[in-house]
């Protein structure tokens, strides 16, 4: 059968461009998109990735993105024949080749696998590490996440390890199962606790609360550094708005935090309106955070 005869499925009308270094080439054919079955990325979840946004042509923390992406792939021994400028020209490269309509917005998804070769799981028995990049369509959230804000819930999935939780690897299957139980449950997100009862952050996205004009935030150590949480408390501290510090916050601090946000790559920052049976009044500091994060893009 010819590939090119084959009918597009569902979502690959988002895909927009794809580079493989094991072909070493890019197509605009979704139906080309294609990995090897014996990459240990796929068959073993070894390997790392990072989701990085561009808006109006400019790709937004690019450099922070691969510093993280990086970062995680030593954290695994994955070593990289790419340097992060290698990985900059690819980016821009597929940005280019967009139409113009197509530049507007979207993501870069920038996988970086151990490569094919067996079906075991030592990381001896491959080619060696392979870099697959996506770009695809950033669809429009809901108008109503940001204006009445989002309902959140506790999520009953054990939080990971810190080490997999620092690192952002291609094993996403805690995450998978927190974003199963939101669906199920009918809630727009769901918050994850360690096992002292801690909050810990989203399925893919980081969790913060304010009290008084503090924010507080899970320490680093227990969760993944969020590249758009770091910039935003870059940006809140130039401007002086307010107080950030990072502590273990208990669940009860959660539920008397006079504020309670959602924050990540592909959604900016949303507040939370109700969490469980606890309702939240839409902060009044709200839409300068939301100003700040859309302004530095």
Same mark, same amino acid.
């Given at each position: 059968?010819?590939?090119?005869?084959?009918?597009?499925? #569902?979502?690959?009308?988002?895909?927009?461009?794809?580079?493989?270094?094991?072909?070493?080439?890019?197509?605009?054919? #979704?139906?080309?998109?294609?990995? #090897?079955?014996?990459?240990? %990325?796929?068959?073993?979840?070894?390997?790392?990735?990072?989701?990085?946004?561009?808006?109006?042509?400019?790709?937004?923390?690019?450099?922070?993105?691969?510093?993280?992406?990086?970062?995680?792939?030593?954290?695994? %021994?994955?070593?990289?024949?790419? $340097?992060?400028?290698?990985?900059?020209?690819?980016?821009?490269?597929?940005?280019?080749?967009?139409? $113009?309509?197509?530049?507007?917005?979207?993501?870069?998804?920038?996988?970086?696998?151990?490569?094919?070769?067996?079906?075991?799981?030592?990381?001896?028995?491959?080619?060696?590490?392979?870099?697959?990049?996506?770009?695809?369509?950033?669809?429009?959230?809901? !108008?109503?996440?940001?204006?009445?804000?989002?309902?959140?819930?506790?999520? $009953?999935?054990?939080?990971?390890?810190?080490?997999?939780?620092?690192?952002?690897?291609?094993?996403?299957?805690?995450?998978?199962?927190?974003?199963?139980?939101?669906?199920?449950?009918?809630?727009?997100?769901?918050? %994850?606790?360690?096992?002292?009862?801690?909050?810990?952050?989203?399925?893919?996205?980081?969790?913060?609360?304010?009290?008084?004009?503090?924010?507080?935030?899970? #320490?680093?150590?227990?969760?993944?550094?969020?590249?758009?949480?770091?910039?935003?408390?870059?940006?809140?501290?130039?401007?002086?708005?307010?107080?950030?510090?990072?502590?273990?916050?208990?669940?009860?601090?959660?539920? !008397?935090?006079?504020?309670?946000?959602?924050?990540?790559?592909?959604?900016?920052?949303?507040?939370?309106?109700?969490?469980?049976?606890? =309702?939240?009044?839409?902060?009044?500091?709200?839409?300068?955070?939301?100003?700040? =994060?859309?302004?530095?893009?």
């Amino acid at each position: 059968m010819d590939i090119k005869n084959l009918p597009l499925f #569902p979502y690959q009308d988002q895909f927009l461009c794809f580079y493989s270094s094991y072909f070493d080439s890019y197509t605009t054919d #979704p139906r080309w998109m294609l990995i #090897p079955i014996d990459d240990h %990325g796929f068959h073993r979840g070894d390997g790392v990735f990072e989701a990085i946004k561009w808006s109006q042509g400019r790709v937004w923390l690019l450099e922070e993105h691969l510093q993280r992406l990086f970062q995680s792939a030593q954290n695994i %021994g994955l070593k990289c024949l790419f $340097q992060k400028e290698d990985l900059k020209k690819i980016i821009f490269k597929m940005l280019a080749m967009l139409p $113009q309509e197509q530049q507007i917005k979207g993501i870069f998804r920038v996988y970086l696998t151990r490569g094919p070769g067996s079906f075991g799981v030592s990381p001896k028995d491959t080619l060696g590490t392979q870099v697959y990049i996506v770009a695809t369509k950033l669809k429009d959230l809901p !108008e109503k996440w940001f204006t009445e804000g989002v309902t959140v819930g506790w999520s $009953q999935v054990p939080a990971k390890i810190p080490f997999l939780a620092r690192t952002k690897t291609l094993n996403y299957l805690t995450n998978v199962l927190m974003k199963k139980e939101c669906e199920e449950r009918g809630l727009d997100f769901i918050v %994850g606790l360690d096992e002292e009862k801690n909050l810990t952050e989203s399925y893919t996205e980081n969790i913060f609360i304010q009290k008084d004009h503090v924010l507080y935030l899970p #320490p680093w150590e227990g969760i993944l550094k969020g590249t758009t949480l770091s910039r935003f408390l870059e940006l809140v501290t130039e401007h002086k708005k307010v107080t950030v510090m990072q502590k273990k916050i208990t669940q009860q601090q959660v539920l !008397e935090a006079d504020s309670l946000f959602v924050i990540g790559t592909t959604l900016d920052i949303l507040w939370v309106q109700k969490l469980e049976d606890t =309702i939240f009044c839409r902060p009044k500091d709200y839409d300068n955070y939301l100003h700040l =994060i859309r302004s530095d893009q």
